[in-house]
């Protein structure tokens, strides 16, 4: 059997004639030149306007790594992770169910979309904190009883409030991912004799996922940030430790930098990880997989060290 | 008593809602036959082919596949749908090679031909493993097993493709035009890959264009046109001498 041997570094080599290098005159870029130094100016002026303000930078720092904060860090973390995951498995679920045959199934995860989609994320929190109000007691008759005020902590309602509303986000990108993947190949995996439940585990749902994270990635940007919210029920996260603080001391502003500083701080990282797992799952659809800033880093210097030899 | 046909086709009806594709398409597939199916553009071929291993539910007749219906069970008279489990249990047995390959572009090669017998089959990895490395050495890919779907060639897939349907080692493979989306010079390896199968004795429905493969290698060929079999015979003779109008002004124009 032939192989495709490659002929093109076999080609003639360019004689190597004497040749004159063009000199012209190059264009010039005035706009460039001008829109960059407004910007600059513009740039200048609002940092001098932040160091003449009226800001105990010094308060900022102090309060940077302060206990109290962390602990916010920390909470706001959880909840956003905790929240993420039911999201994500709700969205599997519910994204299931509207692909399905079954028309009982598929008008349920209809009504769950609409609803949770429809309906602002605080008016949730609200509803899933206040539950009690309508239900005193929640009663799972033979497995679990108790009174709805001791279930719904502040964690909880926090969860159930973030959780719910994402699994309705999370569930139309799951489906546009499943419905990405060509239907060639669930055929040829049912041609193997794979069931429906394993071609979706093993064919579908891997080729789904190129699609599906980088919008999860975003969507879970959005739940560090939106977690600021569940301060409304009461769950001590980032910005009500930090806006605590900060009204105590009189250095409200302050505070919102420190918190400001932490939320940037928690999505760079996580950009710099969804990078990475959007790598992982490029394996396959792309020749090449694009280098990791560490890689670049590393054939920069192979390249400077040895350079081509012409 | 003559050998149990591999496949049997009788008054095999099938639409998609209004539009009636097969029309009553009866036919017989022998043990270790290469059995080709050629035809014009929308005469129901790759249907036909999609319903002997069940992709596609049949809507009147009787299709059996050696001895066993497919997709039913038949008891005291009346037929009995099969569960996902079983449909998915008797596609074991049944190879298929597509038009476009549809490798599983997420896994190598050797994954590729590894996933049917550790998915379906639960064989250890290793003794997979080693299996498969036999079969991409036999369709002359030993050496790209470590590739992409995307990093190959159309024939080379194709050939990954066919190891991946002989991994479950089945009694019957079905190809569906597994030429025609590939470049004329790369026809021949997977051409070659049938032709060994086919010396193997596996028994092969061929969807194809290629006259000259069905030609030589052929034992049997079915005109399809219009969702009926308009004539059959073994391929020299349908190809030399068509009785048919329909087959001869189809002939013409292909050959
Ligand atoms: N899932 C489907 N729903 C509706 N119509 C279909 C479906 N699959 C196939 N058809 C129709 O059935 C007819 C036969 O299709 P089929 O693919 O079997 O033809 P073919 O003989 O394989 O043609 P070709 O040589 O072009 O592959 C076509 O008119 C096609 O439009
Ligand atoms: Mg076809």
Known sequence: MTEVTDTFDKGPAVAGSPYEPIRAIPVRHYGRWISAVVVVALLAWLVYAFSQGNILWGTVWDKLFDRTVLQGLWRTVLISVCAMAVGLVLGLLFAVMRLSKNPVTGAVAWLYIWFFRGTPVYVQLLMWFNLALIFPV????????????????????????????????????????????????????????????????????????????????????NMLKTSSLVSAVQYTELLRSTSNIGSDSTAIMELYFVACFWYLVLTSVFSVGQFYVERRYARGSLRTLPLTPWQKVRANLTTLRRPKVA | MSVQPMVKAEAVHKSFGAAHILKGVDLEVAP????????????????????????????????????????????????????????????RDIGMVFQRFNLFPHMTALENVMEGPVQVKREAKAVARERAK??????????????????????????????????????????????????????????????????????????????????????????????????????????????????????????
């Open chain 2, 32 to 91: 270790r036959e290469v059995f080709c199916l050629i035809g014009p553009s929308g005469s129901g071929k790759s249907t036909f082919l999609r319903c002997i291993n069940h992709l596609e539910q049949i809507n009147a007749g009787r299709l059996s596949v050696d001895g066993h219906l497919v997709g039913y069970r038949e008891h005291d008279g009346k037929l009995y749908e099969l569960k996902d489990r079983e449909v998915a249990a008797k596609r």
């Open chain 1, 138 to 221: 929640i009663n799972l008759m033979p497995l679990y009883k108790n009174d709805t005020v001791a279930v719904m902590t502040p964690f909880v309602a926090a969860l159930l409030g973030l959780g719910l509303n994402e699994g309705a986000y999370m569930a139309e990108i799951v489906r546009a991912g499943i419905q990405s993947v060509d239907e060639g190949q669930t055929e040829a995996a049912h041609a193997l004799g794979m069931t429906g439940t394993r071609t979706m585990r093993r064919i579908v749902l891997p080729q789904a996922m190129r699609v599906i994270i980088p919008p999860t990635g975003n969507e879970f940007i």
């Open chain 2, 134 to 255: 036999a079969l991409l050495d036999r369709v002359g890919l030993a050496d790209k097993a470590g590739n992409y779907p995307t990093q190959l060639s159309g024939g080379q897939q194709q050939r990954v493709a066919i190891a991946r349907a002989l991994a479950m080692e089945p009694k019957l493979m079905l190809f569906d035009e597994p030429t025609s989306a590939l470049d004329p010079e790369l026809v021949g390896d997977v051409l070659d890959v049938m032709r060994g199968l086919a010396e193997d004795g596996m028994t092969m429905i061929v969807v194809t264009h290629e006259m000259g493969f069905a030609r030589e290698v052929g034992d049997a060929l079915v005109f399809m046109d219009d969702g009926v079999v308009v004539e059959s015979g073994h391929p020299r003779d349908v190809l030399s001498r068509p009785q048919h109008e329909r087959t001869k002004s189809f002939l013409s124009k292909v050959l």
